[in-house]
């Protein structure tokens, strides 16, 4: 069983906002949101990161981020977009070391990032 904090938020023993619950994945909103919506969308299984996938999880990688988009626009950010972001491994500023896509929307976001 892993300690890390995203599966102990599947199991309920770290209390979340959830948006959205399956089989295989949770979203629930970001604790220290960047932005009016943000919020994360994870697998239930605990996968370290993007880069630790598997061909074996095309699916679950497609069917992440097909929930992520209509997630986002059950939550209002169909007119004016959102974005997709999944951070991996130190240099991409990964902090929880279970993969999640972030979304964020609401407000217009800079780019390049810092
Ligand atoms: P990362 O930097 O790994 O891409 O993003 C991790 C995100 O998880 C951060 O935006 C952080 O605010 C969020 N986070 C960390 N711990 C918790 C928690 O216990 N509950 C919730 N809802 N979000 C968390
Ligand atoms: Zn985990």
Redesign the pocket.
């Known amino acids: 069983m892993s300690d890390c904090?995203?599966c102990k938020?599947i199991r309920g023993e770290?209390p979340?906002?959830k948006i959205y619950e399956d089989d295989e994945m949770l979203a629930?909103?970001?604790?220290?949101p960047?932005s009016p919506v943000?919020f994360?969308l994870i697998p239930k299984r605990h996968i370290r990161n993007i880069m630790e996938t598997e061909a074996a999880d095309v699916f679950l990688l497609g069917t992440l981020l097909y929930r992520a988009q209509e997630l986002a626009k059950i939550l209002g950010c169909e007119e004016n977009g959102v974005r997709f972001?999944v951070?991996c491994k130190k240099d991409?500023?990964?902090?929880?070391d279970h993969l999640?896509i972030?979304v964020l929307g609401g407000r217009s976001l800079d780019w390049p990032p810092g």
């Open positions: 904090i995203f938020i770290i979340s906002k629930f909103h970001d604790a220290t960047q943000h994360l972001v951070n991409g500023g990964q902090t929880v999640h972030h």
